[in-house]
C-alpha cells in the first residue's frame, strides 16, 4: 500500500534532477536538402523530407543515433529510477474488462498487473470457474503482440479475433474453437479499421478490408479501397465472397453488422473521419438461410449527419443522430418509407450531449455528459423513460455490455483518482450493484478533484478538471502537467491512470481541459474546433495554461504539456505559438507536417477534419499558420521537448516526429534539451506491452521533473 514514506523519498530524488538536466549533450546535426515544394504558387521548403523514408538506411542510422543520445539523457536523470519503480507499483493490479455474454457463456479479459497483454477468459456463469480462452503473451517473447478484437459466435462455441504486431493498425483474424481452444484453419489478413460481424447460424462472418499493399508501403503507403467481403467458415481467404465495393469511391470506408434477428446486414458508409455517413442494407433473406450475394440498398443516403446503428424491429431501425440535434436524438426509420418526413423521434434532443447508446435488456440505455461528466438515463423502446442510473461519484461510464434480450447489462465506471470499477445492473430488479473493484497501491483519499471554468479568448466558456493534493497551497509552486486532445468529436472525459497516479505522488498537478474540437458540448463544439477554426483548439489550451498560472496552480517555469496524435499535434502548435508559455513539451506521435499528412496511411481520411493543402490556397493558408513543422524559428529557446513516437506507427507515420525533431533541434537555442525518444516494435500505442509503457511513462515524467524549476521542496 501507499506510504508516505515513498512519496517524500521520490520527492528528495526528483529535487536531485535539475542539475542533470543542465547536463543535455546534443545529437548530431540532421542532414538538409534544398527540397522545395510549390504549394498554389508558394515555395515552402522541405529539408527533411529524407526523413519520410522509413526504409532507408540513412534513416535507420538517424533513428539509432537520436536514440543514443536521449536514453543515455534519460538513464542519468536522477528521478527516473524512481518513478520506474513507483510506476511499477501503481501498475501491478488486477483489471478487467465488463463481461460479454453469448448463450450461457460470459467472456472477459483479464491482466493479473503486469502483464504485457489482458488475457482473455471464459466461464459459463458469473460465479464459476474461468478459463483461459487466448493468452496474447504466449504468442511474442517481447509481449508486442495484442488482441484487438474478440467477437464470440451467436451459440458461443466460436470465436473470431484479431492480432496486431509491433503496435500496428494491421490486423490478422483467426477462429478458435472455445470448448477445445484450439484454433480453425481460417486465416485472414490485410484488415484494418474493421470488426467481426457473424451471420446467425454461425458459419461465417462479414469483415472489411484493404487491397495487399504494394512492397516496401506496408507501414507508409496509403490505405484506399476498403471492401466488404463474407468469410465462410473452412474457406481460404482467396475465396471470401466480396459483398460491397465502390471502386469510384476509393475513399469510402465501411463497417458490417448483421442485426440481432439475423435478417439485414447494415453498411456504415463513412468518409474519412467525417461524422456524416451513409446506411446502406441488405436482406440476408431469413436468420435461417443467409445469404451474402443480396443486393445492398441505400436507407439514408442524404451525407447530411451522423447516423449511429443500434437496433431494428423488422423493417424498422433505430439510430442516434445529430440530424436536427446537434446534442443527439435516437430516431426510428421504416425502411419501408424511409424519407426524413417519416422518421419518428423516440428520444428527443435534451440540454445534454449523448456520449453512446446501447440496447440493452430491450431498453436504451443513453449516456449523457452534462459538462463532460456521464449521467445515464433509461428509456423503453417506444422511448417512455424508465429512470436513471446512479453513479458513485462524477466520473465517465463507459464500455457498456449486454444484448438486446439480456436481462443484466455491464458497465465500467472510472475517475482521476478511481481505476476502472465494473458495474451490474439487474433490468429485473432495477438494482445496480459493484461487480468488480480494482485494489490498487494508490491513496485516492490524499487527493481531489475540482472542475473549474475559464474564459477563452473569444469569450468561450471552457470547462477544466484539475487533480490536485487536498490542501496544497495555491503558490505558483507547484509542477503542473496539463493535457488535453482537442478533435476529431472525441471527447476528454475523466479517467484513471496509473501515471497521472504517479506524478500526483510526486507533487504534482494534473489538469485537463475539454477543449473545442471534441462533443462534450455536441456538435456545435466539434465544428468550433476543426478545420478554419482550428486555431480555438489552440486558444482554449492557452486559455487553460494561463489559468492555471492566473490562480496560481503552477507558474510557467513548473508547466508541462502533453498530448498523443492529434493532442500531439495541439503540443507542437501551442508550444511554437507561445514558447514562454511552458516549462515542458511532450509531444506524442503528433501530427506535426499538416501540409502532407494526407500522404501516408490513413491521414487522407483526416481531410475532413484539418482540410488539405492542396485542396485550396486558403486551406493551404490555414494549415500553414499552425503547422508545428513549418513555425520553428530559429534562435527560440522552446521549452525542453522530448518528443515522443515509435518505428512501427502506421497510424500517423514517424516521419511526422523525425521532421518536427530534427527542425526543432536545429531552431532552439538549447538553453532547454530538445530530444526525440522512438521506441521499437511499437506504433500508435494500442496494444503497447505494459513493460513499455512503465518504460516510457518514467522516461517522459523524469524528464519532465528534471527540467522544470524549483522554489522549494516538493511536498
Known sequence: MFTRTATISLSMVLALATAAAAQAPRPPATRVTDQVDRYHGVAVADPYRWLEDDNSAETAAWVKAQNEVTFSYLAGLPGRAAFQKRLTELYNYERFSPPRHRAGKYFYSRNDGLQNQSVLYVQDTLDGPASVLLDPNALSSDGTVALTLAEPSPDGGLLVYGLAAAGSDWNEFRVRNVA?????????????????????????????????????????????????????????????????????????????????????????????????????????????????????????????????????????????????APYGRIIAVDSRNPAPG????????????????????????????????????????????????????????????????????????????????????????????????????????????????YTSRDGTRVPMFITLRKGAALDGSHPAMLYAYGGFNINTLPAYSPTTAAWLDAGGIYAQPSLRGGAEYGEAWHEGGMLDRKQNVFDDFIAAAEYLIREKYTAASRLAIRGGSNGGLLVGAVMTQRPDLFAVALPAVGVMDMLRFHRFTIGWAWVTEYGSADSSRAQFETLRRYSPLHNLRPGTNYPATLVTTADHDDRVVPAHSFKFAAALQAATTWERPAYIRIETRAGHGAGKPTAKIIEEAADIMAFAMANMARTGPMP
Open 342 to 453: 417519416a422518421w419518428r423521434t423516440v428520444v428527443p434532443e435534451s440540454r445534454n450531449a449523448i456520449n453512446g447508446v446501447s440496447v440493452v435488456g430491450g431498453t436504451f440505455v443513453v449516456n449523457y455528459l452534462e459538462d463532460a461528466k456521464s449521467s445515464v438515463r433509461l428509456f423503453a423502446m417506444d422511448g417512455t423513460p424508465r429512470g436513471s442510473i446512479a453513479l458513485p461519484a462524477p466520473g465517465t461510464v463507459a464500455a457498456v455490455t449486454g444484448q438486446r434480450e439480456d436481462r443484466e447489462m455491464f458497465f465500467t465506471f472510472t475517475s482521476f483518482l478511481h481505476p476502472a470499477s465494473i458495474f451490474r445492473h439487474d433490468f429485473t430488479t432495477g438494482v445496480t450493484a459493484m461487480f468488480r473493484a480494482p485494489k490498487t497501491a494508490f491513496d485516492a483519499s490524499r487527493y481531489e478533484t475540482r472542475q473549474v471554468f
Open 180 to 324: 477445445t481452444g484450439q484454433d480453425l484453419a481460417d486465416h485472414l489478413k490485410w484488415i484494418k479499421f474493421s470488426g467481426a460481424s457473424w451471420t446467425r447460424d454461425g458459419r461465417g462472418f462479414f469483415y472489411s478490408r484493404y487491397p495487399e499493399p504494394r512492397s516496401g508501403e506496408v507501414l507508409s503507403g496509403a490505405n484506399r479501397d476498403m471492401q466488404v467481403y463474407y468469410h465462410r467458415l473452412g474457406t481460404a481467404q482467396s475465396a471470401d465472397q466480396l459483398v460491397f465495393q465502390r471502386s469510384d469511391q476509393p475513399d469510402w470506408l465501411f463497417q458490417a453488422e448483421v442485426t440481432d434477428d439475423g435478417r439485414y446486414l447494415v453498411l456504415d458508409v463513412g468518409v474519412g473521419t467525417d461524422r456524416r455517413n451513409r446506411i446502406y442494407l441488405m436482406d440476408l433473406r431469413s436468420p435461417q438461410a443467409p445469404d451474402p450475394s443480396g443486393a445492398v440498398t441505400p436507407l439514408l443516403d442524404a451525407f447530411d449527419a451522423g447516423y449511429s446503428y443500434l437496433a431494428n424491429d423488422g423493417p424498422v431501425f433505430y439510430f442516434r443522430t445529430d440530424n436536427g
